[in-house]
């Protein structure tokens, strides 16, 4: 990969699953690097010369005060799946990603790389969603050059097939036969280092296994080592599951649940990179 020695990497959202495999990349790669947390201490270990680790939080404004100073390029993986602290996706996915871009183009930024999700312009309607490409948008409009990164779900997020395969039986609504490739964190920051380099455009960036999800299944019990028991629930349970939810629960419950019941009703296959594959992640993470 070409590195511009004269390039600085703000990188906030770095103690989470993507941003941590990002850091690193950012390290290895030699880029002078600022990351930013309200929580540092896993982020110690990787100050050096170039790296620079800063304590500030993003929906707080006033913390984020000259941190761009000497910066060409945010990264932001900053957002909430499961929500907690009493925060909503508009507090941070939303205004908390812009407290950030406001802070980068009063300190004459260049670049803004956001990382959001697949089709999540198609799927504004979730809540989840809203929130991201109501900052998409923003960040569209904002003057800066940018890269809007859509991910094809993360193996993090396959960790859900495990624990019910834990339980011996593996859930699914329909035929189970809807395909999508998720990618792993550490192949995404690749990624996500090579879109410094790649101005105003959207990529949308898949796993290199196109899988179904009675496939992923049989993989989640297969490395428990469980006999294949999948139980193929009605569609109409599922949509029924979805409207009790947003009918009598907060954005706060209803909101993951949502996102991952609308996302698995249908196929979702993105262009394949990398090479790490979920059957492995699976087996070690048992």
Known sequence: MHITQSQTVLLAGATGYLGG???????QENYNTKLIARSIKKL????????????????????????????????????ITRQKDGLTYMD?????NLNLLNEAKRSGVKKFIYVSAINGDKYRHLKIFEAKE???DT???????????RPNGFFSDMKDFLDMA???KIYLFGNGEQKFNPIHGEDLSIVCLQAINTNNKEIIVGGPDVLTLNEIGEMALDALQKPIKIVHLPDWIRRF????????TSSKTYGPIEFFLTLMAED??????????LYYFFNVNV
């Open 166 to 168: 834990k339980r011996g």
């Open 21 to 27: 495999f990002i850091a690193h990349a950012l390290v």
């Open 241 to 248: 599951t979805i409207w009790t939810l947003r009918t009598f």
């Open 44 to 79: 110690n270990k990787l100050h050096s010369k170039t790296v620079k680790i800063i304590k500030a939080e993003v929906t707080k404004p006033e913390t984020l005060t000259g941190i761009c100073e000497g910066v060409t390029t945010v990264i932001s993986t900053v957002g």
């Open 92 to 96: 941070v996915d939303y205004q908390a």
């Open 268 to 277: 979702h296959i993105a262009p394949r990179f990398g090479s790490r594959r």
């Open 139 to 149: 960040l569209k409009t904002s003057g800066l050059d940018y890269t809007v990164i």
């Open 134 to 136: 109501k900052f998409v």
